[in-house]
């Protein structure tokens, strides 16, 4: 590593404009000139310098990225090479509350640039924490990115005088990382950050003082535990919190244990960790018994009255010819019912696939935009962009416009998006590829749709963002975005955005998240947020889900969620190039946390052409005998809010032999928490294990009993792998009197831990917990860990101390160990509780490394 240390940013104006924000100002000066006073801002260009980096490339300088000097090719930092690590590391002036970091780029695309980047953050070079973990387009225009800026539970600012960005990725996989230009905002004024300095170490110290009261009382030190609390007047834990130690760690009182827990329980005390955890998901296929129902096909449309428990279906492509009929399913009745089956005969749409509907709760009318052409006959006679119109209370169609773009409306289009504004009476489409008269050369750049709205009240049509490349794009007073096709699109009634995610245009991926506010026209792109916890064995190696042909969103606007089922994905862009099998995979994007979630991932194994049937078609087997769809394309999900189901119908399996197959098959999502009365059911088995585990050791024919009346009544006895573990802690009764013979023959001063007596998998409580109440182990940090007894905070010593400290102490071997076990399950069922009531989930032991 090297270093490098005395050049500051220069104040050079931004490309961008101001970042800084407002926050009131100074009294007027009462002289004016070189003492004045300027307003106070909260957010403000900070000075910085290049205090560490990985390496650089020759005439490619850390120090450039000082200097923002876009048509100059030299004017940025270079690693030498793209191994990891390859990081580089700024000083600032002094401590600031850091918000946000600005990217300058060259002034046109480079492969350079990094495509992925993670920003770490600390007041010591050597003790950092994320800050950031984000992408740049591969563009030239520059890109600004929040930081977070405050503590981990949010009740104080973070200050910092380190910053370190770590490229993880460029755009050419096989180049060096580039850096152009940085800069950073926020406020360093001593005045403001003093202040923010002292509630930080105030907090720091708070949560050193916990950290040793919690090995204090974990190892046993009572006096030191009382002393110090005493001292600081800090406490480890709410009383309640204490009040469960007590009874399950000192008394072992396991009864008032499991009331607690079952009060704590009620009172939702655990709610906020049983909202953080992810979705366990369950596919129906739907086996209608109506005589008449939807064949096959692809491409075609589903929208759903939630309140007259309806689903509306229309056309599409069944391999041979475009549909123009539609259909009703009626979800109580559970039946499907032909409304027309060919709607052109009515006053109705022709026949198409890759058209957009929409309902509109209000006027319950259907509302149909767009269409797929085959360019033989694409006249332009022919392409017209028609709006139709279904009332579903008369059964009527009616044609809006022939042409919507001869009346400030979009061209026709396929593969765009449409949403609606029921309580502004307005639908808003966006992108897809504007469909043109076919020509004799087939070079023709492809025309993609902007950003329209129809206001239903008036029929009158908008345009209210033009696509990028559009001629207009270039004037200043005309907004415009970068159009695309292959998107999803939902609207949110209560924040009143319209969130687009994914796309295509051309051969570029588009993976942003989009915001779009309606009231105030604002556009913006949502940070990104690739981490995640445990081992993904899968080829989508970030975790978001990849941008592709077969994205389908909906939204709850009620629990601020986006669901996304992708399906027959395309991975790009990968260093690691494996064969990619077809897969499904279900992703939540939570509006609140602003962090993906991905709920399943099943991957389906291509099969042979003699082997296709109809079940390997419609469904994948899973291990557990379930069926789920299989992958496939051209299909359509929808979202019924009011019974939280999604329903699938139909679509293009894409099997090689069979390229005309379209599939008829219809499914539901059912999407479900884990409950109250799960994770009530498990902490009592957990609690109730120990109670017989320590029951064997004594009374063995007591410890019969007890396993044949209370534990078998908290297990699951039609699940496998619950019956497992109950005939495991059965066998523990065979091996009491071998466990007395070990313990007694153990030399003096050797840790005899239970599970290396027992004869059996000492169960880590935090993986059962996770198991039996099926929350996803991707996701459950806290209770996931391979942490054991040893590794807890709670050191084999104290657990099994020898005989000298035993007697200091007025404790035996098989007490200390006794205690240990209970403290290793109360540290687990703690971390259920709210973090604000709890005792710090780290250990003091976790500092130390020798």
């Excluded at 977070?148 to 009740?155: H, L, V």
């Excluded at 209608?288 to 689903?311: F, M, Y």
């Excluded at 639908?427 to 020509?439: A, D, E």
């Excluded at 993986?767 to 996931?784: F, K, R």
Aim: with cysteine; hydrophobic share 30%; glycine share 6%.
């Amino acid at each position: 590593m090297s270093s490098s240390t005395t050049t500051t940013s220069s104040p050079t104006d931004s490309s961008n404009g101001s970042l800084a924000i407002s926050y009131g100002t100074l009294p007027p000066p009462l002289v004016t000139g070189a003492n004045s006073q300027k307003p106070f801002t909260l957010s403000e260009r900070l000075s910085f310098e290049v205090y560490s980096y990985s390496s650089y490339s020759p005439n490619y300088l850390p120090e450039n990225v000082l200097v923002d000097c876009p048509n100059d090719q030299t004017s940025r930092w270079s690693a030498y090479t793209n191994s990891p690590p390859q990081f580089l590391t700024l000083k600032l002036k002094r401590p600031a509350i850091v918000k946000k970091i600005k990217f300058g780029k060259f002034e046109k695309s480079h492969v350079c640039n990094i495509k992925k980047f993670r920003v770490f953050g600390g007041l010591e070079d050597d003790h950092m924490v994320l800050l950031l973990e984000g992408g740049l387009k591969n563009d030239n225009i520059p890109e600004v990115f929040n930081l977070r800026c405050m503590t981990e539970d949010g009740s104080e600012n973070l200050p910092i005088l380190y910053l370190k960005i770590v490229p993880l990725l460029s755009w050419g996989p096989s180049f060096n990382f580039s850096i152009w230009y940085i800069e950073l905002h926020g406020q360093d004024d001593p005045m403001y950050t003093c202040a923010r300095m002292k509630s930080y170490n105030t907090l720091r110290e708070t949560e050193i003082i916990k950290l040793c009261l919690k090995h204090f009382r974990q190892q046993g030190y009572m006096k030191a535990f009382g002393a110090l609390q005493e001292q600081t007047n800090v406490r480890l834990e709410h009383p309640l919190i204490s009040e469960l130690h007590k009874y399950l760690v000192v008394q072992g009182h396991f009864e008032r244990a499991e009331l607690f827990i079952a009060d704590c329980i009620e009172d939702g005390l655990m709610d906020e960790y049983l909202h953080k955890q992810d979705y366990k998901h369950a596919w129906h296929m739907k086996y209608t018994e109506s005589e008449l129902k939807p064949g096959n096909r692809g491409g075609h449309q589903l929208v759903v009255d939630a309140k007259k428990r309806l689903i509306y279906l229309y056309g599409g492509w069944d391999g041979y010819q475009d549909l123009s009929d539609l259909w009703a399913y009626n979800i109580e009745l559970d039946e499907w019912t032909l409304l027309c089956e060919r709607s052109e005969l009515s006053n109705g749409p022709s026949p198409r696939s890759c058209h957009k509907m929409i309902f509109d709760p209000i006027s319950e009318n259907i509302f149909m935009l767009g269409r797929y052409l085959d360019n033989s006959i694409r006249t332009s006679d022919y392409i017209k962009s028609d709006f139709y119109l279904y009332d579903t209370r008369s059964r009527n169609w009616m044609q809006i416009c022939d042409d919507t773009s001869q009346v400030g409306g979009p061209h026709l289009v396929y593969d765009h998006q449409m949403c609606i504004d029921a309580d502004k009476r307005t639908v808003y489409v966006f992108g897809g590829k504007i469909l043109t008269p076919r020509s004799a050369t087939s070079s023709v750049e492809p025309e993609y749709s902007g950003l329209f709205s129809y206001h239903i009240a008036t029929n009158t049509w908008t345009q209210i963002l033009v696509d990028c490349h559009h001629a207009s794009a270039a004037q200043a007073d005309i907004m415009s975005i970068k159009s695309r096709i292959t998107h999803c699109m939902v609207f949110h009634n209560k924040q009143r955005k319209l969130y687009i995610y994914g796309g295509q245009r051309g051969k570029e991926d588009l993976d942003e998240l989009l915001t779009y506010d309606v009231d105030t026209q604002s556009i913006s792109v949502l940070n990104k947020e690739h981490s995640h916890h445990g081992n993904i064995n899968t080829s989508e190696a970030k975790f978001e889900p990849s941008s592709g042909y077969t994205l389908r969103a909906t939204i709850d606007c009620d629990r601020d969620e986006i669901y996304i089922f992708s399906s027959l994905n395309k991975v790009k862009d990968r260093r690691d190039v494996h064969p990619v099998e077809p897969s499904n995979s279900f992703w939540v994007y939570s509006l609140r946390t602003h962090r993906w979630s991905r709920i399943y991932y099943c991957r389906h194994s291509a099969q042979d052409v003699n082997s296709i049937n109809k079940a390997n078609v419609l469904g994948t087997n899973k291990s557990d005998g379930s069926l789920e769809p299989c992958p496939r394309y051209a299909h359509q999900l929808v979202y019924d809010e009011l019974a939280k189901t999604h329903y699938l119908f139909g679509g293009n399996p894409g099997i090689f032999q069979y390229q005309q197959l379209r599939l008829d098959d219809f499914w539901l999502l059912h999407l479900e928490k884990p409950k109250r009365e799960e994770i009530l059911k498990h902490c009592r088995y957990l609690i109730r294990k120990l109670r017989y585990e320590e029951m064997v050791r004594i009374d063995p024919l007591k410890a019969l009993q007890y396993l044949r009346q209370h534990i078998s009544e908290v297990i699951d006895h039609t699940d496998a792998e619950q019956l497992d573990k109950f005939h495991k802690l059965a066998s523990l009764l065979f091996k009491s009197h071998e466990i007395c013979q070990d313990s007694a023959l153990s030399p003096k001063g050797t840790p005899m831990m239970c599970a290396g007596t027992e004869g059996y998998e000492a169960s880590t409580e935090e993986d059962e917990l996770t198991e039996v109440i099926g929350l996803p182990s991707a996701e459950n940090v806290s209770m996931e860990s391979s942490e054991s007894l040893a590794t807890s905070g709670i050191s084999e010593t104290a657990s099994s101390p020898s005989s000298s400290s035993c007697t200091k102490r007025a404790r035996t071997e098989s007490t200390c160990e006794q205690l240990n076990r209970r403290a290793f399950l109360f540290n687990k069922l703690v971390q259920l509780m709210p973090v604000s009531m709890v005792q710090p989930e780290r250990n003091l032991s976790d500092f130390v490394v020798i």
